[in-house]
Nanobody, 124 residues
């Protein structure tokens, strides 16, 4: 059974930084993508970034490009999201997701496992 546990969220002022961590356990070797999504109240879940476990492919959404970086630590089965220059519009619950099947990387329905989410609040 795959489990994803996020941590690192919190309250930060605009312009500040946070680092989110997603610890994966029970991961199968067929796992392909690890991604971060976010969701604000009343909005659809939004793709933020993904990386393959081998690091060959990395994609970051245009809305956070240049400010957010996704990386992974294979030895610890952990995926990180470094968030810099945070803006109030980055406020959301951030979710870690893992995909072992195929599908569009920005489509949340193509992901097989999800964490419980961690709240990020950016004050102006």
């Amino acid at each position: 059974q795959v489990q994803l546990v996020e941590s690192g969220g919190g309250l930060v002022q605009a312009g500040g930084s946070l680092r989110l961590s997603c610890a994966a356990s029970g991961r199968t070797f067929s796992s392909v993508l690890m991604a971060w999504f976010r969701q604000s109240p009343g909005k659809k879940r939004e793709f933020v970034a993904f990386t393959t476990w081998d690091g060959v492919s990395v994609v970051v959404a245009d809305s956070v490009k240049g400010r957010f970086t996704i990386s992974r630590d294979n030895g610890k089965n952990t995926v990180l999201l470094q968030m810099n220059s945070l803006k109030p519009e980055d406020t959301a619950v951030y979710y870690c997701a893992e995909r072992i099947s195929s599908g569009a990387y920005a489509d949340p329905t193509s992901y097989d496992y999800w964490g419980q989410g961690t709240q990020v609040t950016v004050s102006s």
